[in-house]
């Protein structure tokens, strides 16, 4: 009898420690992986820092070679070593500067052009940027709305007003935002992705003004 009772004994613990084993197996897993997400999202945080920095550095130099420049009549690449511009959007604090192209490289450190000429010609231009969702770029010009305005400044410091028209999305492979427009109006389309969708978020806009 002695023996059963042992016996069951010894079973009930041997389920006891397995569990105890079990357990803790899981809660060390846990620590680790909460240690690796927290050391994974410290150094995105790090990494989109620098990016931005990055930014705010090139629109400090831009703003200074643009003050000192002697010559107001060269081209947008030749007056700022491939800076297109700035944008801003007031209405969700955006402003950066514009590459004149666009590279993967470029693209990870301020929005491109990479479509269209210059604002004084008839056209579309239209600018990518990333989503960084809510800490840079374009992340936040999917809560704009019609009639609010964007602002494109060249190289000349002039500002080139445009009144938004339309927001939607559309498939990654849709070029349709590029390539249709009114060919005697001066468009302005953003881009950039949906990291839920992977749809592209388009903006389109009209000038309306110059000063």
Not at 87 to 98: A, D, M, S, T
Not at 130 to 140: Q, V
Not at 150 to 158: V, Y
């Amino acid at each position: 009898m002695n023996q059963i009772l042992n016996t069951n004994l010894n079973a009930n613990n041997n389920k006891t420690n397995r569990k105890k084993n079990w357990f803790k197996i899981q809660f060390s897993f846990s620590i680790v992986f909460t240690i690796m997400f927290i050391i994974c999202g410290s150094y995105y945080l790090y990494y989109l820092g620098k990016k931005e920095k990055f930014s705010n550095n090139l629109i400090a130099n831009y703003n200074i070679y643009r003050l000192y420049s002697s010559s107001n009549n060269t081209t947008y690449e030749e007056n700022s070593n491939g800076i297109f511009g700035i944008i801003e959007i007031p209405k969700i604090n955006l402003y950066y500067p514009v590459f004149s192209s666009l590279t993967e490289d470029l693209l990870k450190v301020s929005p491109c052009k990479f479509y269209g000429e210059n604002p004084k010609l008839n056209g579309n231009i239209c600018i990518a940027g990333h989503n960084y969702d809510n800490s840079l770029f374009f992340s936040k010009i999917s809560t704009l709305s019609t009639n609010d305005e964007i602002f494109i400044f060249d190289n000349n410091s002039i500002k080139y007003i445009y009144s938004i028209y339309s927001i939607y999305e559309v498939a990654e492979t849709d070029l349709s935002p590029i390539l249709n427009y009114e060919e005697n109006e001066k468009t302005l389309t953003l881009v950039t992705c949906n990291n839920f969708t992977s749809n592209r978020i388009i903006v389109r806009a009209k000038q309306k003004q110059t000063t």
